[in-house]
């Protein structure tokens, strides 16, 4: 038989199409079956209906080799993915008595009688094979369609879960064929998506020119970008070779704008850097009310180096809590470079400790003006050999502006430890 490479999975609940529940199994099936090189080319969700539910099988049957549904396997009137799939492969679902006996004990081992609309748990599609369920009642199905394979698994995700990983293990493993999905993460602070793209451009040709080709996508999020690069190969060897020169390629083109090539967040990057010099770090915050030190706590274990957090908001609390000198905050205005090194060099100061942070600006939507607009957040960063202030303009509102000011300050500490 032919090897599985291409999948689809459907996620059934109505409840799922409101906005409060989100389908949450499909991303864990996705990150299963791409470990065993299987690539998902749709994800879909569909409400407890059977026309249409029926209609997404057999849609989803037009194209891939493998559908994984998931939910729609309870005892209740709403749960219509077993004859949904059965309609579709004209097949008939018959009730399995050894599955009725286990269903029955499973309800007696907790004292209560098995309710007659539980049956329906039992019932198997003709040809498939039940896939045990040691967390609830519905059993899985696994069903053989010619070349094809298709899988029902449970909707609660602690059902689901144990299910996938036995199913992965014991069955699909072997069907998947030796190709295996590597892949590596890439990722960078101080430059834009589109600048990025641009000086990719090349990098992707390169990589798209020799087999294994090594396809890319680039993710934005708060002022940091993310480069994932995967590559589907049958020598997993070979495969992690070519990755490592790609992700060598982007070091060479970005140099000090790469942060992490394992997956660290950058806070975790910097708690590095920290430790491993033995550094103590204290923040002075004025427009990021605490963002800054609160992503520095986001890291376990971050006690071993975050000394403070100072939210200094007002010019009073800038000189009472971080020493900044009034005639200083008249002479060149709260957001201004010299405050913010004066923060940082306060915080460091009163701290004790070997690294200061400043940030001071405007984060809107009031308060701009035409020299300082607002956006306007500036930094400072003082380490025992040095120290570097930058002043930027973030785009977007101000929770935007507050967020990005988060990566600019954490990625600015990384840059002046490092001096790149
Ligand atoms: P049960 O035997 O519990 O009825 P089921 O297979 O019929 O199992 P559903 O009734 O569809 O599953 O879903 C039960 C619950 O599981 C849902 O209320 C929801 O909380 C959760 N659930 C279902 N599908 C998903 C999903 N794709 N992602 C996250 N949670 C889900
Ligand atoms: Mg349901």
């Given at each position: 038989v032919r090897a599985i490479a291409t999948a689809e999975i459907i996620a059934v609940g109505s409840e799922m199409l409101g906005p409060d529940r989100t389908d949450t199994n499909s991303p864990q099936i996705t990150r299963r079956l791409n470990t065993l090189?299987?690539?998902?080319?749709a994800k879909r969700i569909v409400g407890d209906d059977l026309e249409g539910l029926a209609a997404s099988v057999a849609d989803a049957l037009e194209r891939v080799d493998l559908l994984v549904l998931t939910g729609?396997?309870?005892?209740?009137?709403?749960?219509l993915t077993r004859e949904a799939v059965a309609r579709v492969l004209g097949r008939a679902v018959r009730e399995d008595e050894a599955l009725v006996r286990a269903i029955r004990a499973r309800f007696e081992r907790r004292g209560m009688r098995m309710p007659e609309i539980n049956r329906r748990q039992a019932q198997i599609i003709d040809g498939a094979e039940p896939l045990a369920n040691p967390n609830g009642t519905a059993p899985g199905q696994w069903i053989e369609h010619g070349e094809q394979l298709v899988v029902l698994l449970p909707g609660p995700p602690g059902e689901m879960a144990p299910m996938l990983d036995a199913m992965i293990e014991e069955r699909l493993g072997r069907r998947a064929g030796s190709h295996r999905l590597a892949r590596r993460s890439v990722r960078l602070a101080g430059t834009t998506e589109s600048h990025a793209e641009e000086r990719l451009r090349p990098l992707y040709a390169r990589w798209a020119s020799r087999d294994p080709v090594i396809a890319a996508t680039i993710l934005a999020a708060r002022g940091q970008l993310e480069l994932q690069l995967s590559l589907r190969s049958a020598d997993p060897a070979a495969g992690d070779l070519r990755l490592d020169e790609a992700v060598a390629d982007v070091q060479d083109a970005f140099g000090g704008d790469v942060?992490?090539?394992?997956?660290?967040s950058l806070e975790e990057v910097v708690g590095a850097l920290l430790r491993d010099r033995g550094w103590r770090i204290a923040v002075g915050e004025s427009c990021t009310g605490g963002l800054v030190t609160g992503r520095l706590t986001e890291v376990a274990g971050s006690s071993a180096y975050l000394d403070r957090g100072v939210v200094a908001y007002s010019n009073r609390a800038k000189t009472e809590l971080l020493g900044v000198a009034e005639d200083l905050i008249a002479a060149h205005g709260a957001v201004s470079e010299p405050v913010a090194l004066a923060m940082a060099e306060g915080a460091r100061h009163l701290a004790g400790v070997e690294v200061g942070v400043g940030v001071t600006g405007i984060a809107g939507p009031?308060?701009?003006?035409?020299?300082?607009?607002?956006?306007?957040v500036i930094f400072a960063v003082v380490v025992p050999e040095r120290h570097r202030t930058r002043t930027a303009l973030l785009p977007g509102g101000r929770s935007l502006v507050r967020l990005f000011a988060t990566t600019a300050a954490l990625d600015l500490v990384r840059r002046t430890i490092l001096d790149v």
């Open positions: 090189g299987i690539e998902v080319r729609g396997l309870g005892p209740t009137d709403d749960d942060f992490s090539v394992g997956g660290q009031g308060g701009g003006t035409p020299a300082k607009p607002v956006g306007t």
